[in-house]
């Protein structure tokens, strides 16, 4: 039995096609709008071109529809019968892997495209290496642009051979890897079998989309709450603290902590916008309510007081460094963490990853644009982090530039290149 929700992440080198297979998605499973058709064939035609391009269904951005191009994350929606889908539709270029790494991250299932005339690039080996880090659990390889090689089994089976041996060596579990032979722009094996591929037999895009079954990715550590806003009414003397769930439950009974205090309580209420329910989940916004009056505040965690992750003001991390100037050991930074944001100073390069070669290069002199490295950090304010293996909501983190506010680097806690490197 599935899940009634599957979040997805496709990915590829320029040109590959993604935009046109999200579009053709859309289009065969009747999740667009008429006027929204009627759009796409008026530009089509204004650009002469002879049949409709379904990847404007997609490339909303002015400056995407000028260059035929995906800049930003395009998120979209469609359902079946079976299940609904989230689908982040992320963008080729290698300037822009940063948006790969927001969509990748709270993806259940990633799909990359490579164009069948040019096999697997160095753009889409740094895609895997992006998921393997992020820890996406399965990956589906379409083999796009089929037509253009006359449907041809020995040109399907070399890219395929050669995508499956490259995720194995990412960590990759055989059962964790499918590919797909098709053609997005004429629409063969996305929806609907093709009679133009009799050598094979196995599903079409979407029927095994349909079937892959969701991974917690790491969640089981007990509640994770970080603080965003704190409720006050004073007339009434009432206190409650909002946020949304990232890892666990809560129920009104639950002992929990409140970090970096280290100060303990009992939850008396949870809170919803629909009123106070007996449990919450994940992802759900809840206000609790505690049997004691504590000094909360926004950026504090509340987590489960038989599962409390260690205040740390020294971690390892591994990061994908996403500035155009390079990361040096020394650099301070802002580091984001929940709702907490606080100084700190990358105190060491570890290691660098040659996403194409599968190694480590050790003590590098700095991390470029792209690169995907392991670094040493301190921070001002020891922060509850949770290895990223064990929780993604609080092993997670962005890196931030002091002075612009723009984000350098996500990071993760814990060295996951050892598991993609099989180094250590």
């Not at 160095?122 to 996406?136: E, F, I, K, S």
């Not at 490259?166 to 997005?184: C, K």
């Not at 709450?225 to 666990?248: C, E, H, I």
């Not at 060491?348 to 194409?356: H, Y």
Request: aromatic share 4%; net charge negative; with cysteine.
């Amino acid at each position: 039995m599935t899940s009634d929700l599957l979040r997805l992440v496709t990915a590829g080198s320029v040109d590959d096609g993604k935009s046109t297979l999200v579009g053709r998605l859309l289009y065969d499973t009747k999740s667009v709008l008429s006027d929204q058709i009627d759009a796409v064939l008026r530009s089509s035609e204004e650009r002469g071109l002879d049949n409709p391009d379904l990847s404007l269904l997609v490339d909303g951005l002015r400056a995407e529809r000028e260059q035929g191009i995906t800049i930003d994350v395009a998120y979209r929606y469609f359902a079946t019968a079976k299940r609904t889908f989230v689908l982040a539709d992320t963008p080729g270029h290698v300037h822009y892997l940063r948006n790969t790494v927001t969509g990748a991250s709270t993806a259940d299932h990633a799909v990359l495209l490579t164009d069948a005339r040019k096999g697997v690039l160095p753009q889409t080996r740094r895609h895997l290496a992006v998921m393997a880090m992020l820890g996406v659990p399965g990956i589906t390889l379409a083999v796009n642009k089929l037509d253009l090689v006359d449907f041809d089994q020995d040109t399907f089976t070399k890219v395929k051979d050669e995508f499956v041996a490259h995720a194995r060596s990412l960590g990759f579990r055989e059962d964790q890897i499918t590919t797909v032979p098709l053609s997005a722009l004429a629409g063969d094996n996305v929806v609907t079998r093709s009679e133009h591929t009799p050598w094979y037999d196995g599903p079409t895009l979407l029927e095994h989309l349909e079937t892959v079954q969701p991974d917690d990715r790491g969640c089981d550590v007990g509640l994770r709450m970080p603080v965003q806003y704190v409720l006050r009414d004073g007339g009434n003397d009432y206190r409650a603290y909002a946020g949304q769930v990232a890892a666990g439950q809560v129920r009104p009974g639950d002992e929990v902590v409140v970090l970096p205090a280290g100060t303990r309580s009992t939850v008396t209420e949870v809170g919803t916008p629909d009123g106070p329910v007996e449990q919450a989940g994940v992802g759900q916004p809840v206000s609790l309510t505690l049997a004691d009056d504590l000094p909360v505040s926004r950026g504090d965690l509340i987590a489960a007081a038989d599962r409390v992750p260690e205040l740390a003001s020294a971690v390892t991390a591994t990061v994908c460094w996403l500035a155009e100037e390079p990361l040096e050991p020394g650099a301070r930074v802002l580091l984001k963490h929940g709702t907490r944001t606080t100084k700190c100073m990358v105190s060491g390069l570890a290691a660098r990853f040659d996403e194409q070669e599968l190694v480590l290069e050790r003590e590098p002199e700095r991390l470029e644009l792209n690169d995907i490295g392991q670094v040493r950090l301190e921070v001002a304010d020891a922060l509850p982090f949770d290895d990223y293996t064990d929780c993604v909501a609080t092993g997670a983190f962005l890196l931030i530039d002091p002075n612009g506010g723009n984000t350098l680097a996500a990071g993760q806690v814990g060295d996951t290149l050892s598991a993609v490197t099989g180094d250590g």
